[in-house]
DNA sequence: TTGATAAATGAACATCGTTCAGTATAATGA
DNA sequence: TCATTATACTGAACGATGTTCATTTATCAA
């Protein structure tokens, strides 16, 4: 019985190290040319064999995917405990450009967790606890009367809206002519932000002029 | 002479149904279950004869993609030339709803144009003039003293951003819990837009407190 | 050492993108 | 009309893919 703790150890650590060679060969070679069997071969191992860790490719993709979104949630986690007592809209700003840098410091653990072409049966579960932590600091930009009484719900989700477009356009298309990346972060932020804490009469002005435009096809 | 017009047209006439054939089994079936045997199928010719009208596969898929941003860009133009004459703020916010509306309103031809993951080498060509709209909207929200003196470059970038985020969540995550759309796409516009139009000195106040922050890994 | 349990293999299957020698089809010139 | 030529198209083939499974190999308790 010993021995088959022993066991499962060494399983999991060969899990470890074919999850490990999935990541690298995935990163180096893209999405297009990676295989089961270039990953067998990698570990040293026969095709068939990562099918006792993994049931499938889909599977394998989803760890790699679940570790990502755990490693976003983690880097968020230590922000928001970091400045819990600081001006909370100074710390939603840290916090966006957080989220920001971690998805271009980190493209493939950003690519994992939110571009990839995804079957629409799955769900992404992990994406509500990483929300949870954008939710709660506008919650704290509110009640301390930094913004005018926005729905935390909309606000938060379309801050993430603008925090998420230009992270997966700067990954995404690296050739596009970007002005400066700190100043065009800095500008969505703001822009973001800013916009939120308009007076809501004042926003209104503009607002009243638009109307739902619909485009059809060609 | 005649009769190799008539060759070329009938040729021209496969490459549409064939276009056309893929766009549909790629929608249906999704990326990962896409190929080149089931098209020739479809339009009941051997798998060869696709290879008679397009390199590859991939350069099947790059005239897709090449074809939604087409309509993308001439849905943007119609309503450039529209609103000439209107309240710039107005048709720069009418713009961006479009965009979206666009992105919503036709999922694949979005997902072609901006989602799907691009072999790097690949330069997406036609992003520029659909940009180039965006940019004229936004000079002439500057010309015209309605925004202050930003960066219209910068600008520009910013606002591409975040409607692209909301595009591309609305679109890659549908069973995320929402808020109502409308409202979310109104708040995301609004954001944007009027953070633009904050005095920088105000925005200052805020932007102050805020430094980069650099976030490692775990 | 033996017998049982788990791990690992490698051959096999269906499917994939792509190529190409060969065949059918249509257009042309006589 | 028939023979020639150019074009359209096929079908078999190649190597590679994801996945399965009967069989072999390794591991460990008795």
Known sequence: MNAIARREKHKAELSRQILDAAREIFVRDGYESFSMRKLAQRVEYSPGSIYLHFKNKEELFESLVEESFDRLLKALNRLKNGHAQQDPVATLKKGLRAYIDFGLRNPNDYRFA??????????PYKVHPAFDVMRYMVGRCVEEKRFPPV??????????????????????????????????IDQVINNAVDGLMVRTDQAEETRAG????????V
């Open 114 to 123: 939110f571009l990839l072409r995804r079957p629409l049966h799955r769900c």
């Open 210 to 217: 638009v109307h739902h435009v619909q485009l059809s096809r």
């Open 151 to 184: 729905d935390v719900e909309t606000a938060s989700q379309a801050l993430w809206a603008a925090i998420h477009g230009i992270t997966s356009l700067l990954i995404q298309r690296p050739t596009f002519p970007w002005v400066a990346r700190r100043q065009l």
